[in-house]
Every structure is written in structure tokens, then in C-alpha cells.
């Protein structure tokens, strides 16, 4: 368990970057070296290796590994490796490889494998081979093959596509 006011003004100190705890409260915003539990920010959480669980900020959150669980902010959640879950972002969600959903107000963007669906307001964008759903209000982009499908209020675009687009 740790407690942060802000970094490094916390039960974990100067420590923070290298201690996982089972349950972070962050009552602005947080530096920890993962969570395996719960992970509450006011603002920002920042996790330097894995999050497994829950990780909810009013703001942000970013984690530098991977996360198995669910990511919720008021505005954006990044995920530097793999995002197994959900991702429910105000505006903006990113994972290097997803397996699960991202759910955002305005865009969705994984950049190696998308395995499960992307919702947004306004487009998602898949880099490399893809698999499931996007669905957004404007555009939805997959740069390599899709094999699932794409609904956009405008402009769908794959290299390959085995599926449907509307």
C-alpha cells in the first residue's frame, strides 16, 4: 500500500520508481514501479514497469510496461508494450499491442498487434495487422490488413480486408 501526494511526497519516498503495490492512492498524482491491485490518481498515474488490475485517474495514465486489467481517465490512457482489457479514455487512448478494447471521446491508436475492438468519436488507428472491430465516428485507419470489420461515419481505409466495411 502507498499513499502520494505527489512524487516523491509519499509513504514510498525517493522508492516510489521501484516498489509495486497492491493498492496506490494518488491523491494528485503518482510514481510507482507497478501496481498488481488498484491505482486511484486525482490527476496522473505512472506506473514504470506492469500494471495488473485496475488503474483509474482523473486525468492520465501511463504505464511503461504492460497492463492486464482495466485503464480509465478523464482524458488519456498510453500503454508503452501490451494492453490485455480495457482502455476508456475522455480523448485519447495508445497501446503498442492491444488484446481487448479501447473506448474513447476522439481516437484510438496501436501500433503492432490489435486483437479485440476500437471505439472512438472520431478515428482509430491500427499500424500493423489487425483483428476485431473498429468503430468511430469519422475515420477508421488500418495501415497493414484487417480481418474483422470497420464502421465510420466517413472513411474506412485497410490494405487488405477480410471482412466488411461500412
Known amino acids: 500500500f502507498q499513499i502520494t501526494f505527489v512524487p516523491p511526497m509519499g509513504t514510498n519516498g525517493l522508492e516510489s520508481g ?27 498515474a505512472l506506473d514504470k514497469q506492469n500494471v495488473k488490475g485496475a488503474q483509474l485517474s482523473g486525468f492520465g495514465n501511463i504505464v511503461g510496461g504492460n497492463t492486464k486489467g482495466v485503464q480509465a481517465a478523464g482524458f488519456f490512457n498510453t500503454v508503452q508494450k501490451q494492453a490485455e482489457g480495457g482502455q476508456l479514455a475522455g480523448f485519447f487512448n495508445y497501446a503498442e499491442s492491444l488484446k481487448g478494447a479501447q473506448f474513447s471521446g476522439f481516437t484510438n491508436v496501436t501500433t503492432k498487434n490489435f486483437n479485440g475492438a476500437q471505439f472512438a468519436g472520431f478515428n482509430n488507428v491500427a499500424i500493423t495487422k489487425s483483428k476485431g472491430l473498429q468503430a468511430s465516428g469519422f475515420v477508421n485507419v488500418s495501415v497493414d490488413s484487417i480481418e474483422g470489420s470497420q464502421v465510420a461515419g466517413y472513411v474506412n481505409y485497410a490494405k487488405q480486408i477480410q471482412g466488411a466495411q461500412v
Open 18 to 44: 521501484k516498489i509495486t503495490n497492491n493498492i496506490s492512492i494518488n491523491v494528485l498524482a503518482g510514481y510507482n514501479g507497478g501496481t498488481d491491485g488498484v491505482e486511484l490518481s486525482g490527476f496522473l
